[in-house]
């Protein structure tokens, strides 16, 4: 196997034992997990609404969640590839890997890392917590007389549930805090339009980019707003998941992932024309680390003046596609 060939293999192991990292404490949460055991007022309105079935199911979710970003981001990859020239192919245990593909595998990589930090916090808080939905009492059916007077102002923690139902709807009852329908629609959802946002440059309408962006952002509201009417969550419990899968996915996409990358900074612009000479006109590489395979890329710049190329990603090594610098008399 050649150096290159394992290189790659190492950053394949290391990305999927991350994901597993992340992963497990979720399986665990789901399996093994018991929420906090929170009491209630007899006279809490708010936990007296009756069950309801979910509009959007938690198949529903993972399906669209899921699928529907990783397609998008194949298609445009794809397209990407198709459209730019220049590819090479990438070189794995002596078999060539379209470029496409190996980006494809980057971005759902880093996609699918912030998917299980944002499930990971939302069950951390949810378990923690033990906020009570607000159809509990419907579902619970507590063993006690809350129509008597002197029941209606008292905090009951020591309780039993008297309805014929399985655990696992009672203990679903008690993690209403965060949504986790909210959370995850508002990560994946986000998370795509950002990509969107970096990758989609057709050109052949204006508002074309912008309307698929909106669509995916009512995909996430009209999910989390269903968790309010269907009794499945209180509303600070959907806002709370909507803030920490939007926070979370604009930190993947900031901090994680290189759809944006980092432009020379001010003071790297002025020391780069302190270094040439103000008679001559010179191209000096200002360059940015790539924050996800940490390579060091060129950014171009004439006379102070950077000149980003358009897909500064694609310019890693780690990638499968290079560009040439451009030349003096190309700039000029």
Not at 217 to 237: E, F, G, P, Q, V
Not at 267 to 295: F, I
Request: charged letters at 20%; a positive charge; proline letters at 5%.
């Amino acid at each position: 196997m050649d150096r290159d060939s394992k290189y790659l293999l190492r950053k394949i192991i290391i990305d999927v034992a991350v994901l597993l990292t992340i992963g497990l404490p979720i399986l665990l949460f789901f399996l093994f997990g018991k929420p906090y055991h929170r009491g209630f007022y007899c006279n809490d309105e708010s936990l007296m609404h009756p069950f309801k079935e979910s509009t959007v199911t938690n198949l529903m979710l993972y399906i669209i969640g899921l699928f529907l970003p990783i397609t998008v981001i194949i298609i445009t990859e794809f397209y990407i590839h198709r459209s730019a020239a220049g590819h090479v192919a990438q070189i794995f245990m002596g078999h060539a890997v379209p470029s496409w593909v190996w980006n494809s595998y980057k971005v759902i990589g880093v996609f699918g890392f912030g998917a299980a930090s944002s499930q990971l916090t939302t069950d951390i808080a949810k378990y923690t917590i033990g906020r009570l939905r607000p159809h509990f009492i419907d579902v619970c059916k507590p063993n006690i007389n809350c129509s008597l007077p002197e029941n209606q102002h008292k905090y009951w923690e020591e309780f039993e549930c008297t309805a014929n139902i399985g655990s696992r709807k009672l203990k679903e009852a008690r993690l209403s805090f965060p949504s986790g329908h909210s959370s995850f629609s508002a990560y994946t959802m986000v998370f795509l339009v950002c990509y969107l946002q970096s990758q989609m440059t057709f050109k052949g309408s204006k508002l074309l980019r912008h309307a698929i962006q909106y669509l995916c952002l009512m995909l996430s509201w009209s999910t989390a707003m269903s968790r309010i009417s269907n009794y499945k969550h209180h509303w600070s419990d959907v806002l709370s998941g909507l803030l920490i899968g939007t926070i979370v996915a604009i930190l993947t996409v900031v901090y994680v992932s290189d759809l944006f990358p980092r432009q020379a900074t001010k003071g790297e612009t002025e020391q780069l024309m302190r270094r040439g000479s103000p008679n001559k006109r010179e191209v000096q590489p200002a360059y940015y680390d790539s924050t996800q395979d940490h390579q060091t890329l060129p950014l171009h710049t004439v006379d102070g003046q950077h000149l980003s190329p358009k897909e500064n990603r694609r310019n890693s090594p780690d990638l499968s596609c290079s560009r040439e610098p451009l030349s003096r008399n190309q700039l000029a």
